[in-house]
């Protein structure tokens, strides 16, 4: 997963009942294209889930499925993790940016998991949030794809992006934008949030050239068809 970014685009800013009355409409309509939720990044426990979505900042999800099978089987526990020597983590990440930072990270995290949570990936989000390179976007996901517990939407650059040309969102802080996401879907889509939101912008509502005119939501979004400009 890329990291967040701001957009130069303006922002529709529609009145709250407006967002109210289009936000089950989005969800209707891509649960109806995207089908059951899922995980792009390959795991087998938490603690993969976990290291392998610290691993995903600012790069994709197919590159960190390339880089994590050696990365696992050379160190299976975080307990392995904790006391491995950076360079050597390096080696096994070296093909994913921001290397140097990311090895710092997971092996902090898993130290702290060793030392403070008894060698178990935390289930809570503030257990989570206390790891070295973990935000609540990494939390969410491990939350809810490792132990089903929602408490949040995940927003990744492209839930960021779609929130705001959707007109659900104003907010520049994504955590703000969660909250607002968090307002206006009921909680049972909280977790497919952030997928739905994936596929489609991956598919259709891209960074610099969404199409709108094959988008299913075109009728109802506040930015559908508006100049190429805004997104040079």
């Given at each position: 997963?890329?990291?967040?970014?701001?957009?130069?685009?303006?922002?529709?800013?529609?009145?709250?009942?407006?967002?109210?009355?289009?936000?089950?409409?989005?969800?209707e309509r891509l649960e109806a294209a995207y089908g059951d939720p899922h995980a792009a990044l390959h795991f087998e426990n938490p603690y993969q889930l976990l290291i392998a979505v610290i691993l995903s900042a600012?790069?994709?999800?197919?590159?960190?499925?390339?880089?994590?099978?050696?990365?696992?089987?050379?160190?299976?526990?975080?307990?392995?993790?904790?006391?491995?020597?950076?360079?050597?983590?390096?080696?096994?990440?070296?093909?994913?940016?921001?290397?140097?930072?990311?090895?710092?990270?997971?092996?902090?995290?898993?130290?702290?998991?060793?030392?403070?949570?008894?060698?178990?990936?935390?289930?809570?989000?503030?257990?989570?949030?206390?790891?070295?390179?973990?935000?609540?976007?990494?939390?969410?996901?491990?939350?809810?794809?490792?132990?089903?517990?929602?408490?949040?939407?995940?927003?990744?650059?492209?839930?960021?992006?779609?929130?705001?040309?959707?007109?659900?969102?104003?907010?520049?802080?994504?955590?703000?934008?969660?909250?607002?996401?968090?307002?206006?879907?009921?909680?049972?889509?909280?977790?497919?949030?952030?997928?739905?939101?994936?596929?489609?912008?991956?598919?259709?509502?891209?960074?610099?050239r969404p199409a709108c005119g094959a988008c299913f939501l075109s009728d109802i979004c506040p930015s559908a068809f508006v100049p190429a400009g805004w997104r040079e």
């Amino acid at each position: 997963m890329s990291a967040v970014k701001q957009t130069a685009e303006p922002i529709p800013d529609l009145p709250r009942e407006e967002r109210e009355r289009l936000a089950p409409i989005y969800a209707e309509r891509l649960e109806a294209a995207y089908g059951d939720p899922h995980a792009a990044l390959h795991f087998e426990n938490p603690y993969q889930l976990l290291i392998a979505v610290i691993l995903s900042a600012q790069t994709t999800d197919a590159g960190v499925n390339k880089a994590t099978p050696a990365l696992f089987e050379r160190y299976p526990t975080p307990a392995d993790l904790a006391g491995a020597d950076q360079l050597e983590v390096e080696s096994h990440i070296k093909s994913l940016g921001f290397y140097h930072q990311k090895a710092r990270n997971i092996i902090a995290a898993c130290q702290r998991i060793v030392g403070e949570f008894g060698g178990e990936v935390p289930d809570t989000m503030e257990g989570l949030t206390s790891l070295p390179g973990v935000a609540r976007k990494t939390a969410n996901i491990v939350l809810g794809e490792a132990f089903g517990k929602v408490e949040g939407i995940a927003v990744d650059t492209h839930v960021f992006r779609l929130a705001h040309r959707f007109g659900l969102s104003t907010e520049k802080d994504t955590d703000k934008v969660e909250r607002d996401l968090m307002s206006l879907f009921p909680k049972e889509h909280w977790h497919r949030v952030n997928y739905d939101l994936i596929n489609h912008g991956r598919a259709i509502c891209t960074a610099k050239r969404p199409a709108c005119g094959a988008c299913f939501l075109s009728d109802i979004c506040p930015s559908a068809f508006v100049p190429a400009g805004w997104r040079e």
